[in-house]
């Protein structure tokens, strides 16, 4: 029902800036509570942001002050601008959209992935 489309990854030096987008088509945006993920080599998948519907964010501290999440629900897209970034940042970064269409339960649902590479 929803699928979600992530773009912006790349190669960028320590220090620099990056924005990771994500569209998603099917189910109601606006009502979606949206969050990036990411998965550094050899390691499990760690939560980076989460923003919900009404617009409240939440942040791991290993992000905190340098990465800020948002979402143009007109656009149907939430992004990552990354700051800052530094070597282990590197990571595929995972989008993730929940969705509850009734009370009780809830959906979740991931990108593909797009892949992030902080070195000089």
């Known amino acids: 029902q929803v699928q979600l489309v992530e773009s912006g990854g790349g190669l960028v030096q320590p220090g620099g800036s990056l924005r990771l987008s994500c569209v998603a088509s099917g189910g109601i945006f606006s009502r979606m509570e949206m969050g990036w993920y990411r998965q550094p080599p050899g390691k499990e998948r760690e939560l980076v942001a989460t923003i919900s519907s009404g617009g409240l964010t939440n942040y791991a501290d290993s992000v905190w002050g340098r990465f800020t999440i948002s979402r143009d629900n007109a656009k149907n897209t939430v992004y990552l601008q990354m700051s800052s970034v530094k070597p282990e940042d590197t990571a595929v970064y995972y989008c993730?959209?929940?969705?509850?269409?009734?009370?009780?339960?809830?959906?979740?649902?991931w990108g593909q992935g797009t892949q992030v590479t902080v070195s000089s």
């Open positions: 993730n959209a929940q969705a509850t269409p009734v009370v009780e339960r809830t959906y979740v649902y």
